[in-house]
């Protein structure tokens, strides 16, 4: 609960009008957060329309338009699974979910009967999709090689500092943990790619992960998901709380 308490002072404190109801709604109320992992190989003997039945119309041309054929069937897998995680979570038919992109291109439900949120993400042989009742970011990595010159570019130099210090399979876990951490981040605020990632950094305090922007730690809580070996993942969401991790399958 101090957790909670902290971070509804950080939510609240600065509005002019304290409504004291609204905070005890915030602190006794559970937040719901899970993720779903599946493996895209364990649906090789799908096609096309075994996955379509699950996906809106418009989904499917732009699914279907795609040239390039790995990249279609993380389409296809990601799609089918939101669509039939809807399905089962509000007994509604899977296509019939009206799905809205935001300014900068993360998704939203348009016609859920209560709050909730979710969040794609997919990596090598891995989909994963987060759903909260508030914003939620996810990001999952496949675990390979790296470039310091990547880091140099387009990380903090906080983070590339520390990068720098640290050699072999250390730097690398440190740099793909970096990399999720910051994606799960700008995914949670719907930037996604069109934010920054040099412009706030990652910091780990007694084991908790946290963001810092200009200095200041910025009031989201980052939990690590063991999703598989050779793989790193983050969620970005508003409780302290770890999420409920599941597997899923179609």
């Not at 190989?41 to 338009?65: G, H, K, M, Q, V």
């Amino acid at each position: 609960m101090n957790e909670k308490l902290n971070f509804a002072i950080r939510c609240f404190g600065s509005l002019k009008i304290f409504n004291k109801f609204s905070v005890y709604l915030f602190l006794h109320s559970e937040i719901m957060l899970k993720i779903y992992y599946t493996r895209i190989s364990d649906t090789a003997d799908w096609n096309d329309d075994d996955f379509f039945r699950y996906i809106s119309p418009r989904n499917r041309e732009l699914i279907a338009a795609c040239q390039n054929a790995s990249v279609k069937r993380e389409k296809m897998v990601g799609e089918g699974m939101l669509r039939l995680l809807l399905q089962r979570w509000g007994g509604r038919p899977a296509e019939s979910w009206s799905v809205v992109r935001g300014e900068h291109g993360k998704p939203y439900l348009v016609d859920a009967p209560e709050p909730l949120f979710f969040n794609l993400s997919h990596s090598g042989d891995y989909v994963v999709c987060a759903l909260s009742d508030r914003e939620v970011g996810v990001d999952i990595q496949k675990i390979g090689g790296m470039k310091l010159e990547i880091a140099r570019r387009f990380f903090h130099p906080s983070e590339t500092e520390a990068l720098e210090t640290v050699k072999g399979t250390e730097q690398i876990d440190l740099f793909y943990r970096y990399w999720a951490v910051k994606e799960s981040f700008l995914k949670y605020k719907g930037k996604g790619l069109s934010g920054s990632l040099a412009g706030f950094c990652m910091e780990t305090v007694d084991g908790e992960t946290m963001i810092r922007q200009e200095g200041k730690k910025i009031p989201v809580y980052l939990k690590e998901c063991r999703i598989a070996s050779g793989y790193c993942c983050f969620i970005c969401a508003e409780t302290a709380d770890l999420p409920e991790i599941l597997p899923f399958s179609f």
